[in-house]
């Protein structure tokens, strides 16, 4: 069984930064998607940003682009999601999530595990 767990979630100010851990366990995931999305109140669950646990080019949702980057460390088997130059909007609870295949999705329908989700909150 594939367990997710986030962290690093918390209050930002805006312009400020937050770095987001998914710790992944119970399966090897060398053939694994990753991704990250994130829901605010009353919105749907939104694509973030995703990778190829074996490597290759990550893709970004074009309201993150040049400000977060994601990235894993195999030998830890944990995805990380660096957030800069945050902004308000970016308020909501993301989680982490894992595809059994190759290669990522950009739907929340892509993808077959979940973590529990952590709460980012931006002040303007």
């Known amino acids: 069984q594939v367990q997710l767990v986030e962290s690093g979630g918390g209050l930002a100010q805006a312009g400020g930064s937050l770095r987001l851990s998914c710790a992944a366990s119970?399966?090897?995931?060398?053939?694994?998607?990753m991704g990250w999305f994130r829901q605010a109140p009353g919105k749907e669950r939104e694509f973030v940003a995703a990778?190829?646990?074996?490597?290759?080019?990550?893709y970004y949702a074009d309201s993150v682009k040049g400000r977060f980057t994601i990235s894993g460390d195999n030998a830890k088997n944990t995805m990380y999601l660096r957030m800069n130059s945050l902004k308000p909007e970016d308020t909501a609870v993301y989680y982490c999530?894992?595809?059994?295949?190759?290669?990522?999705?950009?739907?929340?329908?892509?993808?077959?595990?979940w973590g529990q989700g952590t709460q980012v909150t931006v002040s303007s």
């Open positions: 990778l190829n646990w074996s490597g290759g080019t990550p």
């Open positions: 119970g399966r090897t995931f060398s053939s694994y998607a």
């Open positions: 999530a894992a595809r059994v295949r190759l290669p990522y999705g950009l739907t929340h329908k892509d993808y077959d595990y």
